[in-house]
């Protein structure tokens, strides 16, 4: 294991925000960003055995199987770019998949994970996710709302066309929620007695960006006995 290495879990409703915070957290701490649901979507497009197992699954908004996903993350998690560590979003969803984490975690000798959960309000969620736009070449997301006008629907990062989820429909969006309050609970609590930290998440990117780097900032920093720890990343923003 990689003695500072640096594992994390962004737990949250769809539409919080936890990809966005990801892609930017992820350059800040140096390790990959491992997004369940990107990795599906991909393997979909890819028109893979796999992806066509999973497609009209991910359309439905249903969640795929406990055994399968943790198959997928149990191989991503081995590879080289994850000795550092790793930023999850969008797993664990269940119980059973924490625990496997868990287990996993233990076997690859890597710390026990930093959990965030982003806390938002159902309106907010579905206003967020009716304007979210994601970029397919590159993942980037952004929002109808923050374009000039609706023509103007191009990434930033390297202009390919930004699309819409098909799974961000408003009946597909509901189905997502139901599943999502239907775990969270259950979640919270194998948490919640751990390295939990609740994130305001209704709240401009870069505010919620200095509150997640402030609360790593002060547990990375504490010395760990017999060894020497230091930690470099900053807020790269003002405060709000
Ligand atoms: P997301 O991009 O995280 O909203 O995930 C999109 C879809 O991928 C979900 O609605 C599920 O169908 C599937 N998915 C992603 N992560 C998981 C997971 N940890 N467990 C089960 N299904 C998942």
Excluded at 40 to 60: D, K, T
Excluded at 84 to 112: F, N
Aim: with cysteine.
């Amino acid at each position: 294991m990689c003695a500072d290495a640096k594992v994390i879990i962004f737990l949250g409703p769809p539409g919080s925000g936890k990809g966005t915070q990801a892609a930017r957290l992820s350059p800040a701490l140096g390790v990959p960003t491992v997004s369940t649901g990107d990795m599906l979507r991909r393997e979909c497009a890819s028109g893979s055995n796999l992806g066509r197992s999973v497609q009209s699954i991910l359309a439905s908004g249903q969640l795929v199987s406990d055994d399968l996903i943790n198959q997928v993350v149990g191989s991503r998690l081995r590879e080289s770019d994850c000795k550092a560590g790793y930023i999850l979003d969008g797993y664990p969803r269940t119980v059973s998949q924490a625990q496997y984490l868990d287990e996993l975690l233990g076997r690859l000798r890597m710390p026990s994970p930093v959990v965030f959960d982003f806390e938002i309000s159902t309106e907010e969620i579905v206003a967020r996710l009716s304007s979210r736009r994601q970029c397919m070449q590159c993942g980037a997301i952004s929002s109808i709302d923050e374009k000039s006008n609706g023509t103007d629907l191009f990434c930033e990062r390297d202009g390919a066309e930004l699309i819409q989820r098909p799974d961000d429909n408003p009946a597909t969006i509901r189905e997502r929620l139901r599943l999502y309050e239907r775990n969270a609970g259950k979640l919270l609590r194998y948490y919640g007695k751990r390295n939990c930290h609740r994130i305001r998440a209704a709240r401009p990117p870069e505010a919620v960006l200095n509150d997640l780097l402030a609360r790593l900032g002060s547990q990375w920093s504490k010395p760990v006995p017999g060894r020497q720890r230091k930690l470099s990343i900053q807020p790269t923003y003002q405060h709000i």
